[in-house]
């Protein structure tokens, strides 16, 4: 045992670099894809605890009922709901849209008339800002509050003056109902002055944090949320929000003119949101049937407007929907390329202890016990890496949800725990490193002692395909030839790293076309640029990694062939070359490989995304991705010409390969 224990940690201190970059492939793909997935959760959690704390409703019940001008639920009727529901889950109102003149110009406003006002139980909006009007001031106002300032909302300042012509208004109503004011009703219209309300404040709604606007009910469709980003721009938008109280409606003769009470229903159950899981909308089919019942008021009077049909709730959860389906499609390249390079660092590091292997065998060390050990040495590596990628996707999360400020005010951060993105990834991750190093540890213990003592033969040297077309290979000089033939003569490792760039240049050409379609396709969305940029610099990280482990397996397998050079009179430079041509050949065939792969992941992304075309994506960025790969392929190149130098001659022609 104490021998096996010497070997175990030897094996550490001689493959520390190996051991580094097994941390470091898993931190970069572990983190980046539970990153996407944590920022999904994030997202959904951050919105449930805001929809719990702001106590929002999950129902505007509007009745079409008409009375002469008293119009909506009568006070019997809201009574019973409250005395069902409690009164601290129903509040009561009404909501128009209307043009009315703001600031000098005609602008579109939805109007809140909020019974209650000041003592909100549903629905409560954050107040950002207050006039600070005295008590005596409030008592020759009719104060209202404005909706903060977005990309659409144009907002008001407080202590402006607003005149809302209630004539007007009721004549917009009719018009877009499609009906006549009769004539007996113009004369109490007639009569009708213009209402004089003041901003009080600025507030935050709980209904409306969507930075790109909300859309107006004067919209033709006006309770359908677009199911794409494109038809985002155009919804015909809100220009300002006002919320006041319901004594604002001017009264004539004792009759409220415009009397469209509204009830805001909020679930007593509030555990049954959690941001449209399964279940809610059923949840929700079943509360209208219920208050249909409880209220009393016929079922053909009332029109139910859900959270399904709010812009804000649903287009932020599609947002954070369209993030996770990004990550789903680049979650399958990331861990293929991230086995591929682990396997590829344990077999090598397994045939290289091929002579301690026969001698463990030879001391009657059980085949299962020598190769728990390189087990063990990629468990360790991939627990380190896959620990230190919860708080790289931790912190990609919280990047992630700050992006989406651009498009949302986004409700504050959960702190609630995100761990099933990164257990289900990190997971794959363990029995996929495991199973294949088990698997070939196994094959090499297979073999006698004898047959491991011997070193395998080198790769026996064959004409490549080019030596056949003695137009072009007779161009080339000796260097150039050398170098053709070791590409091919090694084909395992050309192709796992033709197939690992080849991924990482699709995963960039992928992130450049989000992008493109963010900056050139007209699509006005933040969020999505900010992710297309993670995905970039990711998939860029994810390149340096492979180039670098592949690229320093590749020295270190062939110490004995670059020794051999140097004492032939190669200089350092020369000596570098000779591994380098090898790598930019492999890089450019990958990048090559790369381009079909990238259409198809972009197809993927495109269908999730609901945007942009392959054909739209601007032609530059097609030139700009292969760049990117080979820059950081010519920096990682530039970073292990120091280990060449270091190659011992003497050292390395005794030792047996």
Known sequence: MKTYLKTFARTFKKHATRFISIIFI?????????????????IKYSLTDYYKA???SDLIVKSTKSEGFSMGFSKEEVAAVKEFYGEQFVGTGAAIDAYIGVNGERQLVRLYFLDDFDNLSVNKP???EEAGFSEDEKKDLTVAYAEVADNKIKGIASRTEVEIDFKDVIEQLAGQAGQEIPSYAQLFLGRLKPVKV????????????????????????????????NEVNELITLDNILYLPSDAIPSIMNIRVLQTTDIYLAFSDRSQFKAFDYGYEDYVESQKELFTEKSGANAEDLRFISLYQNYSFISLTRYADKVAGIGYILMVAFLFVTALVVLSNMTRLMEEERAQVACLKTLGYSSFKIVFKYVLFAMLATGVGGGGSYFVGLGLAYLICYVFNYSFAMPPISSQVALPFFLIVFSVIVVVTLGSTLVAGLRLTAETPAELLRPKPPKAGKKVFLERIPLIWNLLSFKYKSTMRNVLRYLSRFIMTVVSVAVSTALVLAGLALLDVCLFGGVNSPSVMGVAVVVIIFAELLTAVVIYTLTNINVSERNRELATLKVLGYHEREVSGYIFREVYIDTAVGIIFGYPLSTLIMLLLFNIMGMGT???????WWLVAPVLVLAFTFIVTINLSTKIKRIYMYESLKAIE
Do not use: M, R, Y
């Open 198 to 229: 003041t901003v009080g404040g600025t507030v935050k709604s709980p209904l409306t944090f969507a930075q790109d606007g909300e859309p107006s009910w004067l919209n033709p469709e006006d309770t359908e949320i677009p199911n794409t980003i």
């Open 54 to 56: 702001q106590n929002v």
């Open 614 to 620: 392959i054909a739209g994506v601007s032609w530059f």
């Open 126 to 128: 954050e107040i950002l």
């Open 26 to 42: 898993v931190l970069v793909s572990v983190g980046f894809i539970s990153g996407i997935g944590t920022s999904t959760d994030k």
